[in-house]
């Protein structure tokens, strides 16, 4: 399985969109196998979810994501799993043991941070 996070830095960022970069991890036999960081390739509706697609992802995990962008994700058959929190490494150590633990969303789409965002 592959699986994106959402990063800034050593944790998981609280929007999957907004994040300086993704940590893409391929698990095998509920071990990783290989971890890679690649950038964000920019934010807009639509074109994360075609973005990782491309690269074999079938989930993701941010702190934060809106309804819409669910459904981008949806359409590409990846999972999205929000309102994780916490260092990266963490979060997969969790991950692949079956025993990560999310909360609710941490992005406000109704925030002054996001007026202008529909994602």
């Not at 990063?7 to 893409?24: K, M, Q, W």
């Amino acid at each position: 399985m592959r699986i994106a996070i959402s990063t800034d830095g050593l944790n998981v960022a609280s929007h999957f969109g907004r994040c300086p970069e993704y940590t893409i991890v391929d698990i095998e036999d509920a071990s990783v196998i290989k971890k890679e960081r690649i950038p964000n390739p920019g934010h807009a509706p639509g074109v994360l979810p075609a973005f990782l697609s491309e690269r074999g992802v079938e989930c993701i995990i941010a702190g934060g994501m809106g309804p819409r962008a669910q459904g981008f994700f949806a359409q590409y058959k990846i999972e999205t799993i929000i309102g994780a929190a916490g260092p990266v490494d963490k979060v997969i150590e969790d991950f692949v043991k079956g025993e990560l633990t999310v909360g609710e969303s941490q992005c406000d789409h109704d925030s002054p941070s996001h007026k202008k965002c529909k994602d």
